[in-house]
Every structure is written in C-alpha cells, then in structure tokens.
C-alpha cells in the first residue's frame, strides 16, 4: 500500500509540474523576472531555516562518514547562499531568450516561415548532494518558462526541503504557479528508476553529479537525456610556460575548490619543464595539502611519493589528490588527454602559439583553455547567471548549460491558401 502512495505521489508532481509548465510557458519577462527576485529576496530572508536545515544534513552525513569533498559539496554558509541569491538576480538582467525570432525566410511558394525559441516544458533534475543546484535549476528554468521537477539525494533532502519551500513560497508572492518546482522526497533508487521513465510528464532529463549516477540515469532513462559528464580534467604545462604562471594555475585548479567537476586531476608536464620545474611544481602542492602520484619515470627522483597508475590516470579524485604525468611533447600531452579525459574542460600552459593552436585544434572537450585554469567551466563564470550543468555530449548543448541551453523551437508558417501538388 505504502509503496503505491509513492508511486501516486510521484506521478502527482509529475502532473502538477506539467500543468505548471504551460503557465509558466505563456508568463511574460517581468513576471519571471519579479519571480526571480522574490526568491533570491526569500533565500536572504529564511537564511536561518535552509542554514539550519542543511546542518541536519551535513551532521548525518559526518557520522555516515562521508568523505571531506563529498561533506564540501553537501555544505551550505551565508556566504554560499549569498551568491546562490546573486545568481538569481543576475538571471533578471540577463535577455529572456523565450519567443525570440531565430530566423525568417520566404519559400518560393509564398509560405512565411519563422523559427522562434520556446520552453522544453518539464526539466527533470537527477543531482546529488549540492544543494546550490536547487536554486541554480528552478531559477534557470523559471527564467526560460519551464517547469521544473528536482529529484536529489537522500543526504541533502533536508536542505533541498527547505529551498523549495522557500522558492515555492516566492512563486506564489509573485503570481506564478508554486508548483513550477516540484521535489521528489522519495529518495529510494526504485522510485528514481520510474522518474526517469516519466513520459508524457517530464520532456528532458538532466543528470548531475558522479559518473556512477550519469551512467545510472542514461541506462535506465525512457525520457530524453542531456548527458552531463565527470571531469576527469587536465593541465597541460608546456616546455615554453613561465614556471610561476603555470605553478599558479596547477594550485588553483586542483586547490580552490578540489571536490567540483572542473577542478583539474592530471597534471601534464613536458619532460624538459618538468627536469628545470618539477620539485617547484611539486613542492608548491604539496605545501597546499595535495597528495602527488608521480608518473613512474620520475619515481626514483621522487621515492616518497607513490607511483601512478593506470587506475590514477582515469581517476576523477574529487579530492587533494593530483597524478602527474611527464611527456615529451604536445602531441603526447593531447593523446593523453583524448584517452583519459572526459570531454569536460581541459588547459594548456604555454608560450609557443603554434602549440597552443594545435592543442585547442585536437584535444576533444568542451571547453579548452590556454593559460588559465579549468576553474572558470561555470555558467555564472561565462556571465549565464547560473548553470543547469555542464554538458559534455554534442547535441543540443555543450560546455556550461545556460538559458539557451533549456530552449527548443517552434516553427511558425503563414500562407495565403498554399497547398502542396
């Protein structure tokens, strides 16, 4: 009996969140927008409940013991819910990208055909943990006149609670429909496998988090699937880099923020930068807290550090952990990296142009840097405003996912009588 009240339940929301969407759909800029500030407004004003809420979840997940990146991703502070709240005001400055002409033209018939831009409808969430997501999703979807169902996990439910309360209440200051953003409470994996089944009631899938879950999602999903990847990213530091800049840039992408996507886990060297650099390179890490895996030619050079390998060089650590690897050439980095990498973000250090021509030229990943850290593959970072993910497929979307990235299309054709012979 219990299990079929979930199953109602589920199916519920997914209605709610349908009939939602057409409303949502037909509202205008300003009434997004003044959605948008409300919430943002809310989320300063209930600081104290999400905080609190969310220290229920971070506490259970310490004794489940959850690892020290996991704990980061869980863990909401004034300062993070602050720039959750900027986000959202941000979005209100940002063009609403909904029924906009793409293109016009005349076919020698006489028919008038326009291609305009329109709402997905139901956007289906499947995240874990990072309950910043919460926000960043319902106000992206908001802004792009979705509807928008949220189905995180069980170790951030209580923050995840809070949030759509909160943003639920805004909605409906705002006179828009609350049920706009539906959460799936039941956190059990059978009641997410008939989530991701949902036709007819959710029109795309968006997964966010481990590569076990993207995987878990693409496998068992009926409804479309925007693939988000794991970022298995890469630095690569050329013979030509300027050591402190390169230095700089290593300890940023893997030590700002080691527990997210675009942090970097492979450092790439070229033999001869790293023959003149490498105690530099390693030293500054390991000052930082960074555990270094040293690519095994370099072992007996470095005979405290543990060796890489195979396993290492696939790893997405998520954590103060960095392999490193030595090559003797741009060439070797790039082979490297299309082999291992994620198509996520990945970054070259370098002087030499033609290197760095040919490196944004093979390496395949959705975003590539050159003397900058992979830190910046963020849809607030781009000036989105916010990011429903970070798309690593090549249809529809890539890279950090915006607005756009939640639109479809609609044809308009106008005749005069037309038929077709």
């Not at 819910?81 to 016009?104: E, F, R, Y």
């Not at 170790?155 to 409906?172: G, H, P, W």
């Not at 693409?218 to 990213?233: D, F, L, R, Y």
């Not at 270094?292 to 650590?317: N, S």
Request: charged residues 25%; proline residues 3%.
């Amino acid at each position: 009996m219990n299990q079929k009240i979930k199953a109602d339940d589920l199916l519920s929301k997914g209605r709610k969140a349908k009939n939602a969407s057409q409303a949502l759909a037909a509202a205008s800029s300003d009434q997004k927008n003044t959605a948008l500030l409300e919430i943002a407004a809310n989320l300063r004003r209930q600081s104290g409940k999400i905080l609190s809420a969310n220290a229920q979840d971070v506490q259970a997940a310490k004794k489940a013991g959850t690892t020290d990146a996991l704990i980061d991703r869980l863990t909401l502070t004034d300062d993070r819910l602050s720039s959750m709240a900027d986000a959202l005001v941000h979005l209100t400055k940002l063009k609403d990208p909904i029924g906009n002409c793409l293109t016009t033209w005349t076919r020698p018939n006489g028919l008038r055909i326009r291609k305009i831009s329109v709402p997905l409808g139901v956007v289906g969430m499947v995240y874990e943990a990072r309950p910043n997501v919460t926000t960043d999703a319902a106000g992206l979807c908001l802004k792009t006149g979705n509807a928008v169902f949220l189905r995180g996990s069980g170790s951030a439910l209580n923050a995840n609670k809070a949030l759509v309360s909160v943003i639920q209440e805004a909605l409906t200051a705002a006179h828009l429909p609350a049920d706009g953003v539906q959460l799936l409470e039941d956190t059990r994996h059978e009641t997410a496998d008939r989530f991701f089944r949902l036709n007819g009631l959710i029109d795309v899938l968006i997964p966010r988090g481990s590569k076990r879950l993207i995987r878990n999602v693409i496998e068992k999903a009926s409804v479309p699937v925007i693939e988000t990847g794991a970022g298995n990213c890469h630095l690569f530091i050329d013979r030509s880099a300027k050591p402190e800049m390169a230095i700089s840039i290593a300890l940023n992408a893997k030590v700002q923020r080691p527990s997210v996507c675009n942090a970097i886990e492979t450092i790439i060297v070229e033999r001869n930068w790293f023959n003149l650099h490498g105690h530099d390179l390693i030293d500054a890490l390991q000052v930082a807290g960074v555990t270094c895996r040293i690519d095994p030619e370099a072992a007996d050079q470095y005979p405290e550090l543990r060796a890489a390998t195979e396993d290492d060089w696939k790893t997405e650590y998520l954590d103060k952990i960095v392999a490193i690897k030595i090559v003797g050439s741009t060439d070797e980095a790039i082979t490297h990296i299309n082999r291992y990498g994620t198509e996520h973000s990945e970054s070259i250090v370098s002087e030499t142009p033609e290197h760095v021509a040919h490196f944004f030229k093979y390496v395949d990943a959705s975003t590539l840097y050159h003397n900058a850290s992979t830190r910046f593959t963020d849809g607030e970072e781009f000036g989105f405003g916010a990011e429903i993910g970070i798309s690593t497929q090549k249809l529809h979307a890539r890279g950090p996912m915006g607005l756009d990235a939640l639109t479809s299309i609609k044809y308009l054709v106008e005749g005069d009588g037309q038929i077709r012979e």
